[in-house]
T-cell receptor
Framework: AQSVTQLDSHVSVSEGTPVLLRCNYSSSYSPSLFWYVQHPNKGLQLLLKYTSAATLVKGINGFEAEFKKSETSFHLTKPSAHMSDAAEYFCVVSDVTGTASKLTFGTGTRLQVTL | DTGVSQDPRHKITKRGQNVTFRCDPISEHNRLYWYRQTLGQGPEFLTYFQNEAQLEKSRLLSDRFSAERPKGSFSTLEIQRTEQGDSAMYLC???????????????FGPGTRLTVT
C-alpha cells in the first residue's frame, strides 16, 4: 500500500522568509504525488502534481516541489512566505487502480505565517 | 460558481438519527468521490462513482453508510443510525475521467461538517 508521511504537523515562518514543508512517501512503484492546500471554510485546492515527468514541479502561488527518488521525498518549498499562505497543506499520493485515482492523504501540516 | 457544491454545509444530529448529504459535481465530470476527514487528520477515501456506477468502496464504509448517484449527476451519502464516531467533515470531489489508469485532477467541494451529539 502507498502512503505519505508529513514530518511536521505545524510550521511557523515569518512573512518574507522561505517555506519548507516536508513529505516522505512509501510506494512499491513510481508514484504520482501531489500537494493540496486547504484554507478554512474552503475546498481543497491542488497546488502541484508530479506524475513522472520533470522532478522539479512548479505549482500555483510560487510553490515548488522536488521529487527525490533516492530520498523518497517530495518536499514543498516557497522562497518567500506571504500572509495568505497560512493554511493546512496535505501531501498526497495517488493509487491509480483500474479507472480510479484514489488519493491517500498525509496528516497535514499547518502553516502559520507571522509578521 | 461552477465548482463542486455540497449541502448542507453543517449538520448537527443526535446519535441514532439518519442523515443524508448531497454533492453536486462540476457538470461535465463523470467521476465522483467521497472522502471523510476527522479532526487533525487528512481526508480518507470512502467511495467512488464512474457515472452512476459505484466502482469501489473503502472498508471505512460500514453497512450504515450508503451512497448513490442515480443519474450520474449529483450524489447522496446517507448515514443510518449515526454514532458519535461519525462526526467528521465529509468531502466530495469530482473529476473528468481520462484513460484507464491515468490520473485525473479531483476538484473538491467545501464539505459537510457532521456533528453527532
Amino acid at each position: 500500500a502507498q502512503s505519505v508521511t508529513q514530518l511536521d504537523s505545524h510550521v511557523s515562518v515569518s512573512e518574507g522568509t522561505p517555506v519548507l514543508l516536508r513529505c516522505n512517501y512509501s510506494s512499491s512503484y513510481s508514484p504520482s504525488l501531489f500537494w493540496y492546500v486547504q484554507h478554512p471554510n474552503k475546498g481543497l485546492q491542488l497546488l502541484l502534481k508530479y506524475t513522472s515527468a520533470a522532478t522539479l514541479v512548479k505549482g500555483i502561488n510560487g510553490f515548488e516541489a522536488e521529487f527525490k527518488k533516492s530520498e523518497t521525498s517530495f518536499h514543498l518549498t516557497k522562497p518567500s512566505a506571504h500572509m495568505s499562505d497560512a493554511a493546512e497543506y496535505f501531501c498526497v499520493v495517488s493509487d491509480v487502480t483500474g479507472t480510479a485515482s484514489k488519493l491517500t492523504f498525509g496528516t497535514g501540516t499547518r502553516l502559520q505565517v507571522t509578521l | 460558481d461552477t465548482g463542486v457544491s455540497q449541502d448542507p454545509r453543517h449538520k448537527i444530529t443526535k446519535r441514532g438519527q439518519n442523515v443524508t448529504f448531497r454533492c453536486d459535481p462540476i457538470s461535465e465530470h463523470n467521476r465522483l468521490y467521497w472522502y471523510r476527514q476527522t479532526l487533525g487528520q487528512g481526508p480518507e477515501f470512502l467511495t467512488y462513482f464512474q457515472n452512476e456506477a459505484q466502482l469501489e468502496k473503502s472498508r471505512l464504509l460500514s453497512d450504515r453508510f450508503s451512497a448513490e448517484r442515480p443519474k450520474g449527476s449529483f450524489s447522496t451519502l446517507e448515514i443510518q443510525r449515526t454514532e458519535q464516531g461519525d462526526s467528521a467533515m465529509y468531502l466530495c470531489a469530482s473529476s473528468l475521467g481520462g484513460t484507464s489508469g491515468s490520473f485525473d485532477e479531483q476538484y473538491f467541494g467545501p464539505g459537510t461538517r457532521l456533528t453527532v451529539t
